[in-house]
T-cell receptor, first 114, second 116 residues
Framework: GDSVTQMEGPVTLSEEAFLTINCTYT??????LFWYVQYPGEGLQLLLKATKADDKGSNKGFEATYRKETTSFHLEKGSVQVSDSAVYFC?????????????FGKGTLLTVNP | ETGVTQTPRHLVMGMTNKKSLKCEQH?????MYWYKQSAKKPLELMFVYSLEERVENNSVPSRFSPECPNSSHLFLHLHTLQPEDSALYLC???????????????FGPGTRLTVL
């Protein structure tokens, strides 16, 4: 079945540091890929998405590129802020059958210190 | 109201109580979902309604009973819960074009449930 593996946290950075959170996936066909963010005490917010190979999703300074050859969708940001502190989830939605089903990684807690 | 709303935001209940969680989406979507988020576990999909029909029941115990009266509202009725059911319950919605094609899901803020 489908699966998502993302780097275990927690990740602690200083403000303005470069961020990478690795995400790799296993799926048949051509899944859509997502990053969601969960701020403390809140639900999940869609951060960015990519629906086909080589697509780059971007939002709020975050970027991720759909790499089919390496089955990866790593999240990057050039300069993090304290307000980026949250849990980040990589997820995929399959392309066949029950393709409403989101498969999530376990989440990576990011803490940014001033 | 915009997006996906959930009430209540916090709920404490005893094992013999009956309560209901409510979700409402204001996005014009036609598919709705219940998820359970427990500490140190991946999100678990519980139920899916598409065009007001239940299309997924992911081996959820019968003490959880969903209801989808229309495409904008989703309920989760709770009775005789166990302490291990304490978790954050998230509702989500999305748009289906029909033919098995679904767009991305948008989540509500969740209901933090504590079962004593």
């Amino acid at each position: 079945g489908d699966s998502v593996t993302q780097m275990e946290g927690p990740v602690t950075l200083s403000e303005e540091a470069f961020l990478t959170i690795n995400c790799t996936y296993t799926a048949t066909g051509y899944p859509s890929l997502f990053w969601y963010v969960q701020y403390p005490g809140e639900g999940l917010q869609l951060l960015l998405k990519a629906t086909k190979a080589d697509d780059k999703g971007s939002n709020k300074g975050f970027e991720a590129t759909y790499r089919k050859e390496t089955t990866s969708f790593h999240l990057e940001k050039g300069s993090v802020q304290v307000s980026d502190s949250a849990v980040y989830f990589c997820a995929l939605m399959g392309s066949g059958g029950s393709n409403y089903k989101l498969t999530f990684g376990k989440g990576t807690l990011l803490t940014v210190n001033p | 109201e915009t997006g996906v709303t959930q009430t209540p935001r916090h709920l404490v209940m005893g094992m013999t109580n009956k309560k209901s969680l409510k979700c409402e989406q204001h996005l014009g979507h036609n598919a709705m979902y219940w998820y359970k988020q427990s500490a140190k576990k991946p999100l678990e999909l519980m139920f899916v309604y598409s065009l007001e029909e239940r299309v997924e029941n992911n081996s959820v115990p019968s003490r959880f009973s969903p209801e989808c009266p229309n495409s904008s509202h989703l309920f989760l009725h709770l009775h005789t819960l166990q302490p291990e059911d304490s978790a954050l319950y998230l509702c989500a919605s999305s748009l289906t074009q029909g033919g098995g094609s679904y767009n991305e899901q948008f989540f509500g803020p969740g209901t933090r449930l504590t079962v004593l």
